[in-house]
Each structure stands twice: as structure tokens, then as C-alpha cells.
């Protein structure tokens, strides 16, 4: 049974409640859309998740209300709070401290609370920043998937990137500056060599876009490690033609022979071949071990 909005309360002057989802700049404040801006004046309360960082939007452009905490932290106490107001006829806009709320932002509780009570929920489009990088990327987007932020810790990250091996479309995800060497890493090792982006402070005054393969990637963070908010994208295996090609060609070397070729055209220990030919192969370094075990033993 789908669920619709009786009515569009955005367009409309009636009293009746309803919660407004209101994109707010992911950096530069030219990014709000006007009926944004109307929006959070009209609005008898905005929920925010950091309420200094939208009470500086606000002062900007000279907007004055009140403003209520919600963030991952109160929201199962703040949600139902905010659904009574909602019942007695206010208009509340839901802000995020940048981009759109409940896209990797608190939101997802209070939107479903409302839809189980009744409550219009209209969304107020904007910035986003894994949509801005994909447009920027030269990537093939028209299919992604965007993945959000992984686990910080590293067996579950690496948990979870080994379910994405197989996933041919793009993917986007988000990552904290000082792990973005690791996930990079893991990911070379278990996705392989792929093409990828590090889109960095989209729409701030040091945007960057680094692109490359995982591998070079890898190199210029270790050279130096960016700062601020950042975006990845890895794109499909094949997204290289010719490396793609190298790729399948080694794949089908024994993985021993391989390894010893690595080992001769390199000048690099066993252990580093090893991880060499994990990464051409898309399987985890112990796979690896263990396949050139049996093939010794055999």
C-alpha cells in the first residue's frame, strides 16, 4: 500500500502541520534555493543538528527563529517532541548542518515517525555533495551506488568493501580525512586497481578533485593527506580499458608464476609480489597465500 501527500502544503497557506526537509550549502551559501530560504522564514521551528553552525546560515541572510537540537544523538527523545508541535498545527523545517538531511545525516526517524502519524513531509531539494562530485567526476554515472560512509573499524570496513567487489556501477561514498588512506588502501587491495576521484571540499574555496586509479591515489595521500570534507568515488572495474586488459591477462597466469614474474620485473620481496597479485585478482592477501600454498604443494 504506497502512501501519498493529500496535499502540497509547500505551495499552500493552510494551517495545517507539516515538516518541511530543507537543503542547506554543503560550502558556498550562493548554493540555497530560493524557496529554501522562504521556506526556513515561514517555518515556526527549525530542527537542526548543530544549531550554532544554522544559526550562522541564518544570520546571513538576516532570518530569526527558533530553533531546536536535533541531531543522531536526541533523536529518539527530540523526535517525538517535535511530532507533537507538528500535530498541533506548526510548520517545521528540518536542517542539516550541510546538504540534505538524512542522506548519511540524522532525518530517517522524524520522517517516519510523521508518515505513521499523518503528518506531510515535503521535501525542499538542494546541495548534495556526492551528487555534485558525480557530475564533476568524469566517471560513468549512469548508474551509481552510493554507499554512504563505511565502518570506521577496520574489519568491518573491510567487511563491507569485500561485498561491493562484484558491484558494477560507481560507487560513492564519504570518508574522514584520517582514514582515508586506509580505506583507500583496502579498497586497492580488494576491489583492485580500479578508476577513482578524491573530490575534496566540493563548492569551498580549496575545492579539489584528485583523479586517477587507486593505486596513484594511494601515492598522493601518502604524500599528502588532504583535509576538510571529502568525497570517493571508485568506478567500475572495467573503467579502464587497457588496464583492464593487463588485469585479465595476469589473472590468467598461475599465481605462482605470477608471483615470481612480479618478483623479477619489480625487484620486490615475495610478501610484496604476493600483495601484487592479491589486488590484480580481487581477493584478500591470506586467499592469496593460501592459493600458492596449494599450488606449491600440488
Do not use: W
Not at 14 to 32: F, H, M, Q, S
Not at 49 to 75: C, P
Not at 136 to 158: H, K, N
Not at 218 to 226: D, E, L, M, S
Request: proline fraction near 6%.
Amino acid at each position: 500500500m504506497t502512501q501519498k501527500n493529500a496535499k502540497a502544503p509547500a505551495n499552500s497557506d493552510a494551517g495545517k502541520g507539516c515538516l518541511y526537509v530543507v537543503a542547506t550549502p554543503i560550502g558556498n551559501l550562493e548554493d540555497i534555493s530560493m524557496r529554501a530560504l522562504r521556506i526556513l522564514k515561514e517555518a515556526d521551528v527549525i530542527a537542526c543538528e548543530d544549531t550554532r553552525q544554522t544559526l550562522k546560515l541564518l544570520s546571513h541572510f538576516d532570518i530569526s527563529k527558533r530553533l531546536v537540537s536535533y541531531h543522531e544523538h536526541n533523536e529518539v527523545t527530540r523526535a517525538p517532541e517535535i511530532i507533537i508541535e507538528l500535530e498541533q498545527g506548526a510548520k517545521v523545517a528540518l536542517v542539516s548542518d550541510a546538504g540534505t538531511p538524512s542522506i548519511s545525516d540524522p532525518g530517517y526517524r522524524l520522517v517516519h515517525l510523521c508518515l505513521r502519524h499523518g503528518i506531510d513531509v515535503v521535501p525542499v531539494p538542494g546541495a548534495s555533495a556526492f551528487v555534485a562530485a558525480l557530475a564533476a567526476s568524469g566517471m560513468p554515472i549512469d548508474q551509481f551506488a552510493f554507499v554512504g560512509f563505511l565502518p570506521s573499524r577496520p574489519t568491518e570496513r573491510r567487511k563491507e568493501l569485500r561485498t561491493l567487489a562484484n558491484e558494477p556501477r560507481t560507487l560513492a561514498l564519504y570518508e574522514a580525512p584520517h582514514r582515508l588512506l586506509d580505506t583507500l588502501e583496502d579498497a586497492l587491495e580488494l576491489l583492485g586497481n580500479r578508476p577513482a576521484v578524491i573530490a575534496r571540499e566540493v563548492t569551498k574555496l580549496h575545492e579539489e578533485f584528485l583523479r586517477g586509479h587507486l593505486e596513484d591515489l594511494v601515492g598522493a595521500v601518502r604524500k599528502r593527506a588532504p583535509r576538510g570534507e571529502i568525497t570517493l568515488l571508485i568506478g567500475p572495474p572495467d573503467g579502464h580499458e587497457a588496464h583492464a586488459a593487463n588485469d585479465a591477462s595476469a589473472k590468467e597466469a598461475p599465481l605462482a608464476r605470477r608471483v615470481e614474474e612480479i618478483m623479477q620485473e619489480r625487484g620486490v620481496d615475495r610478501k610484496a609480489a604476493l600483495k601484487q597479485v592479491a589486488r590484480e585478482r580481487g581477493i584478500t592477501r591470506r586467499e592469496a597465500y593460501k592459493q600458492l600454498l596449494i599450488t606449491r604443494d600440488e
